[in-house]
């Protein structure tokens, strides 16, 4: 158990409907990154925040978002979803943000849009 | 620059063989070179890694090398175990920050008994 927690695991939607994914992340973690991970495709970097405040954007659509919250969960809110979208959504975090700690990954949350 | 090209896509070992996963990278900037381990249903798990200092990490039956001149790295699991049979990633990143990881697009290894 890595001690990040995702939920929901599972989700089936429609396309152009909106979802959230929750992430918490390790106790002490600062850092909270999100993945996303298509079939037979290597875990492509989304967002990262550090302590409440933003600290990289990498391949995020405009329709995707995030924010980490005070008690330093954080969610990822993904809107007018098409079929493409359909992907593992991996939460990771870490103490600080460099990579002199480890990265930690949840269990994932699958997102299946029909 | 930015990709890191991972073979074999699935590899199948027997018990007790030595299982090699290879990667390459391509920006010469990057000095961080880790291997996750991912069982199904579970997230990846930093299973070793790996900075540009060295050419060789080895922790338990687990390997790295490391070729910088090449710009490749692998992973060799001696002895192999059906317990290790899992997805494996690597990646390659900048010391400054996990949010420049780029990542493989993995090997599915599975060890017959």
């Known amino acids: 158990d890595s001690g990040v927690t995702q939920t929901p695991k599972h989700l089936i939607t429609a396309t152009g409907q909106r979802v959230t994914l929750r992430c918490s992340p390790r106790?002490?973690?600062?850092?909270v990154y999100w993945y996303q991970q298509s079939l037979d495709q290597g875990l492509q970097f989304l967002i990262q925040y550090y302590n409440g405040e933003e600290r990289a954007k990498g391949n995020i659509l405009e329709r995707f978002s995030a924010q980490q919250f005070p008690d330093l969960h954080s969610e990822l809110n993904l809107s007018s979803l098409e079929l493409g979208d359909s992907a593992l959504y991996f939460c990771a975090s870490s103490v600080e943000a460099g990579v002199h700690g480890e990265l930690f990954f949840g269990e994932g949350s699958r997102l299946t849009v029909l | 620059q930015q990709q890191v090209k991972q073979s074999p896509q699935s590899l199948i070992v027997q018990k007790g063989g030595i299982s090699i996963i290879n990667c390459a990278y391509e920006?010469?900037?990057?000095?961080?070179f880790p291997w996750y381990q991912q069982f199904p249903g579970k997230g990846p798990a930093l299973l070793i890694a790996i900075r540009p200092d060295v050419s060789e990490k080895k922790e338990g039956r687990f390997t790295i090398s490391f070729n910088k001149s090449a710009k490749q790295f692998s992973l060799h699991i001696m002895d192999s175990q059906p317990g290790d049979s899992a997805t494996y990633f690597c990646?390659?990143?900048?010391?400054?920050?996990?949010?420049?990881?780029?990542f493989g697009t993995g090997t599915r290894l599975l060890v017959s008994p």
């Open positions: 920006n010469t900037a990057f000095d961080y």
């Open positions: 990646a390659a990143g900048l010391n400054t920050g996990f949010q420049k990881l780029v």
């Open positions: 106790s002490g973690d600062l850092s």
